[in-house]
């Protein structure tokens, strides 16, 4: 296991990311360290980074590298984007804080939008996008296709530099609002005609949106207030929240729930800029990116050329998976055993793959919230599953996976407070793999890997399966029975399971199917 530190020094705020990785295999965020700089602040009038701002950039990272020092984290990489990048003085504020052993990049427009577009390639389950990072100096977009970086550049569009130059009121005048929005029209006006043309979804990251997106998650009292990731932030909340934001003061902003008070000053700029892009680019919303530059950055280091995970929802369960890891043995044979009853009753339920991906990952995690206490577990497992990063995955996907693993042991499945963000079929969709998983997990409830196969019969009005075992499976039968009204519900028919007693192959024959083969 390795540990990396990165620092995404903006023109905003800096960062600490402290991860923990496998190369190749896993990863995950142990720690971070935010502190607001406003190292761009004033930037814009004489191309000057203020003294008040290096002291306040300066004493961040001190910070960062006594945390460094004293956890064993090693050397830190520190990423200068905009206000590096542009300011006539950079090379005497890299002069302060070069006796602090630190890695210090400036990164060129490009780099940095590359490695936003690494991000969202292995975040998003999207082949063509268009990418864009809204920070406080400037705003990169990008074009990504077939998951890799076509082009981007950065524009001086960051919510700082448009604050200070054009929203000089508190709260804005309308004036002062055309003038910003002019400014973006001269900017982004080619690549939202390309964006249009393409008919391409949009993908943001940064703090200025992922805040826009909180606030009307807490608005709307949304269900998966853990996760802004993978979130579809729609134009007319967007209007309507920045609507709102025009009419008060930094002050109030501040108390908004969603937005950070260091940001209540600038955010109404950052939402005028997507706004303007959503409009003019034809966009019903924008799907919100919790991963960015320090992300890609790490992915540059996690994976060989061209960094990119192969497959983003396996990965995911086994991201989460290593963090709580359950018998493998137990996880092994009960995906066999729910991946044939599904395809067995296939006829009944008409599901394709897709819906079985779902049930696979819902039998690798099922057992996740053992970590936590036995007792209650499914219930554990279910917060673990719904607050987790998993990326490839919808919300829709996410809710129906942590119900899946609430209703793996007992219970009638049913949607609760993800009623509003699944679709009208999702509840027998919950009802029939959660029936596939329940039979499998009972058939190898002992974990004593007795029923080997298992065979699937339908009839008018029952349906049959056959387990096929050498030892007598009184215990999986009386576990079975308990639960035969969820079968019922699922498939209309009821479930009759007659035993097909074999000689024991060897432990070795069970198909060879591991964890990492999802």
Known sequence: MQRRGIVDLGSNTARLVDYLMEPGEWYRLAHQIRQPVRLGQGLGEDGLISEKAMRRAEKALELFAQ??????LGRLEVLGTSALRDAANRDEFLDRVSGLDLDVQVLSGEDEARLGVLAVANGFDLEDAAVMDLGGGSAQVSLMQD???????????????????????DPPKNRQVGALEAAVEAELGDIAREIRKRELPLVAMGGTIRNLARAVQKEQRYPLLERV??????????????????????????RVPGIKSDRADIIVAGALVYKWLLRRAGLAGVWISGSGLREGALLRQLLPAPHLIEDLRSFSVQNLLQKYAQSKEHIELTRVLSGKLFEGLKP?????????????????????????NYFRHDRHGAYLVSSAPLMGFTHREQALLAQLVRYHLRGRPRLGIYEPICEPADLRLLLTLAACLRLADHLERPRARRVRDLKVEIGESEVLVRPVAAEDLALELWQIDQHGELFESAFGRRLVVEPVYRDAPARESIPNQTVTDL
């Open 67 to 72: 945390y460094a020092t004293s956890t064993g």
């Open 229 to 254: 990731h993978g979130y579809f932030l729609s134009r007319e909340d967007l209007e309507d929240l920045l609507a709102r934001l025009l009419e008060i003061k930094a002050k109030k902003r501040a």
């Open 348 to 372: 009944l339920h008409g599901f394709e793959d897709r819906e079985l991906d779902l049930l696979d990952a819902a039998t690798v995690l099922q057992d996740i919230g053992l970590a936590v």
């Open 147 to 169: 998951r890799r970086f076509v082009s981007g550049q950065a524009y001086p569009l960051g919510a700082v530099r448009l604050t200070e130059r054009f929203l000089l009121s």
